[in-house]
């Protein structure tokens, strides 16, 4: 079945992924079943189920149960509720527990609206037609990554969601889990994209953090993998009280991706001879080296030039004197890319909100 989501350049019949696959601002404008939690009809996708609605939803959860977080700084609470299902301290489990069903169970209602079409949920998505629907009607498998699908949090997820397709007597999805997505991206455009009996800088440049590597290809397969620390992602600002304002925090961000990239090339090069191929993953739809100027914190690189992959090679040649050639992928089909083997599926990254990318999609 033809993928509504993926169009083809002109310029190189590559496909791309075009930006009205996101699922996080699709509608639940009618729930497919009742009396699971009627409450979240009328919101979108990214509201029902992200990090920062599960985060508010532990904190909640933990006053219920006695439990103090108020120690406790948001970004590991993800990382306590994945423990708190195992723990030995039964208030503890109380509050994950309660926290992964209704969580879990939002998810399986999002995968169930996907999968049923209602009329109600078309209509409130004026961007996708039929063939859209009937796509995500028609998918075999759907892999669930981040650090929202992994260890004990993923398997306890994917309980619930089978059991509101069985509630809704609806065939389910096919549910995959990864559990180490760490460096899922890298190793997914390494895989797919470096040319064989060669060693790449592979970057990973997401909404938090970025991932780096230095991978080494031979006979068709990633035969070494020498990760390097990771950083944190910075002037990720979206907002902007004026056009000046944007400007200086496009400058402030490519200053500080050159400089990640052209640290990182230099701390390769003291281990092996590095291509001068930079293959790069990012929080942002791409297409022929240029960037979505509308979603996210990376958009705004568009206002330093359309063809931002055209600007950082001629930045990071003169940074590193080579002839430097960047290679740019939307985060998540660089993910989704890892499952190539996977036919009919769909690749979901739980984190922020909802990523999506498609394992067969046709890359040069």
Not at 227 to 251: C, G, N, T, V, Y
């Amino acid at each position: 079945m033809k993928n509504p989501f993926l169009s083809v350049s002109e310029t190189d019949r590559t496909e791309y992924l075009s930006a009205r696959c996101s699922l996080n601002r699709a509608v639940l404008a009618k729930l497919p079943i009742y009396g699971i939690e009627d409450g979240i009809e009328g919101m979108t996708f990214k509201e029902i189920f992200s990090t920062p609605a599960i985060v508010a939803g532990i904190r909640r959860a933990s006053k219920r149960y006695g439990v103090d977080l108020s120690d406790k700084p948001d970004y590991l609470l993800p990382q306590l509720l994945d423990r708190s299902l195992v723990s030995d301290n039964a208030r503890y489990r109380q509050m994950g527990e309660t926290v992964v069903k209704k969580f879990g169970s939002r998810l399986g209602l999002i995968l169930l609206t996907l999968k049923t079409g209602l009329q109600e949920n078309r209509a409130a998505r004026d961007d996708w037609d039929d063939a859209c629907w009937e796509f995500w009607s028609a998918l075999d498998t759907v892999i669930f990554t981040g650090g929202l699908a992994s260890s004990m949090l993923g398997r306890r997820f994917k309980e619930h969601i089978l059991t509101i397709f069985d509630t809704a007597r609806v065939k389910p999805y096919h549910i995959m889990l990864f559990d180490n997505g760490t460096y899922i991206g890298v190793m997914g455009v390494a895989q797919r994209l470096m040319a064989d009996d060669t060693v790449s800088l592979v970057m990973d440049f997401g909404h938090t953090g970025v991932k780096r590597a230095v991978i080494k290809k031979a006979g068709g397969e990633i035969a070494e993998f020498s990760p390097q620390e990771s950083l944190p992602s910075l002037h990720m600002q979206s907002r902007f009280d004026s056009e000046d304002e944007k400007r200086r925090e496009a400058i402030a961000l490519h200053r500080y991706i050159v400089t990640t990239i052209a640290k990182s090339y230099r701390i390769g090069l003291n281990d092996a001879p590095l291509s001068n191929t930079v293959l790069i993953s990012i929080a942002n739809y791409t297409h022929n080296g240029m960037l979505n100027s509308v979603r996210g914190g990376y958009a705004k690189l568009c206002v330093i030039g359309s063809d931002y992959a055209r600007v950082l090679e001629d930045d990071l040649s003169g940074e590193l004197h080579r002839d430097i050639k960047v290679r740019l992928v939307h985060d998540s089909t660089a993910s989704a890319l890892y499952f190539s083997g996977v036919d009919n599926s769909v690749c979901i990254t739980l984190g922020t909100g909802f990523g999506v990318g498609f394992p067969d999609i046709r890359l040069n």
